[in-house]
Structure formats: structure tokens, C-alpha cells
């Protein structure tokens, strides 16, 4: 079947701006992540959610970022008032069960802030 | 809080031949599993292999292999035959059961090249 998608692939936004991206997972899974990943680096969670809950958001920098999956399939972690240092490599992925089995990932959406 | 350390920055072998990862974490739950990830070029993030904690065998998957030391909380990857297809930087990963579940903790990497 299809693996997890990310939407857009590539995003340039001007500071200031708010954005939203978009992530559908694996048909089935229940868990869905949130990670960042700066270059170089390896991914940084951000959030978690079961079904339509979220768990755990304390990965979240500040509260400029927020996450929501209200019908426990596809997600959208927004982003309002970007500033540079947002720009990074955003991260999806999914799993069929939280933590005791693996994490699928998506391509990942590349943010860049002007 | 769990971390997870990859100290070798850059490793390098010749098809054909082995090359093993080396990783270490630090943590203080009993119930875990660790996990190897590709990222090639295309940065594209691919699982390669898990491991249980509660596992004693080490897990295989076709040429990549694990020594899995829970004592010594080592987990390395050991690649055999290397292929060029197999150059990319590998992120050893963990997660905890319990309350935690879900959050992948990542190390920061090793690029592996693999010389014709």
C-alpha cells in the first residue's frame, strides 16, 4: 500500500507569514509523529497522536506551533508568525501502534523562511 | 531523559567488505526498542532494523545485523557484503515503553561512504 505522504514537498515563506503542512499516514495507523529535522542533524520530536488525540506535545518550541488530527487520519501542524529559525525539514511519520512497533516516514516538508 | 550517542561521525569501507556502527544509549527504563534508520542522499528516512530490549537475540535482516549489549547499552550495526547502495547517513534511534511511547529519541548520525 502507499507509504505515509507529506504536502507541500517545498515551502518558502516570507517571516512573519503562518504555514501549514500537511501529513496523511499509512492507511490504519493509529499513531501518527510529528519530528524536525535540521541538516546534519538527526529528527527532533515534536508530537505525538493516537487516533484523534494527541498525547504528547512536549516536543513543540514554543506556542507559535500547533498540531491537529480531528478525525484520527490526516494531520496539519501549523506554524503562525514563522521566523527563520523555523526553516528546517518537517517530518512525518507513522506507526501501527505507539511505541512498540516501528515508525514509517514520510518525505518530509522543506521549510525555508525568508 | 533517555539519550542516545553515535560518536563516530563519519565511517568509511569498500564494497564488498563489513563495516560496523557503533551506538549507546542511556536510559532507565527496562522496556525499549532500538531501531537503525537510512537516510541516503534523497533524505528520505528508512527503517532497517529493530530490536527488541527484551530480546536477547540479536535481530538480522538479510546483510545488516545487530550486537545488541543491554549491560552495556551498546547497540551497534553491522552491514556485511556493503553495497554502494548502502552509502547514506544510518541514525541509531530509541523509544521507552510506558508513558513515553512514541517519541523516537535519535543520535546525531554517522555518514557512511562505500568506496568501488
Known amino acids: 500500500g502507499a507509504g505515509v505522504s507529506q504536502s507541500p514537498r517545498y515551502k518558502v515563506t516570507k517571516r512573519g507569514q503562518d504555514v501549514a503542512l500537511r501529513c496523511d499516514p499509512i492507511s490504519g495507523h493509529v499513531s501518527l509523529y510529528w519530528y524536525r529535522q535540521a541538516l546534519g542533524q538527526g529528527p527532533e520530536f515534536l508530537t505525538y497522536f493516537n487516533y484523534e488525540a494527541q498525547q504528547d506535545k512536549s516536543g513543540l518550541p514554543n506556542d507559535r506551533f500547533s498540531a491537529e488530527r480531528p478525525e484520527g487520519s490526516i494531520s496539519t501542524l501549523t506554524i503562525q508568525r514563522t521566523e527563520q529559525r523555523d526553516s528546517a525539514m518537517y517530518r512525518c511519520?507513522?506507526?501501527?501502534?505507539?511505541?512498540?512497533?516501528?515508525?514509517?516516514f514520510g518525505p518530509g516538508t522543506r521549510l525555508t523562511v525568508t | 531523559a533517555q539519550t542516545v550517542t553515535q560518536s563516530q561521525p563519519e565511517m568509511s569501507v569498500q564494497e564488498a567488505e563489513t563495516v560496523t556502527l557503533s551506538c549507546t544509549y542511556d536510559t532507565s527504563e527496562s522496556d525499549y526498542y532500538l531501531f537503525w534508520y537510512k537516510q541516503p542522499p534523497s533524505r528520505q528516512m528508512i527503517l532497517v532494523i529493530r530490536?527488541?530490549?527484551?530480546?536477547?537475540q540479536n535481530a538480522t535482516e538479510n546483510r545488516f545485523s545487530v550486537n545488541f549489549q543491554k549491560a552495556a547499552k551498546s547497540f551497534s550495526l553491522k552491514i556485511s557484503d556493503s553495497q554502494l547502495g548502502d552509502a547514506a547517513m544510518y541514525f541509531c534511534?530509541?523509544?521507552?515503553?510506558?508513558?513515553?511511547?512514541?517519541?523516537?529519541?535519535f543520535g546525531q548520525g554517522t555518514i557512511l561512504t562505500v568506496h568501488p
Open positions: 530490536q527488541e530490549a527484551y530480546k536477547q
Open positions: 534511534a530509541y523509544v521507552a515503553g510506558g508513558t513515553s511511547y512514541g517519541k523516537l529519541t
Open positions: 511519520a507513522s506507526s501501527l501502534d505507539s511505541g512498540r512497533y516501528e515508525q514509517y
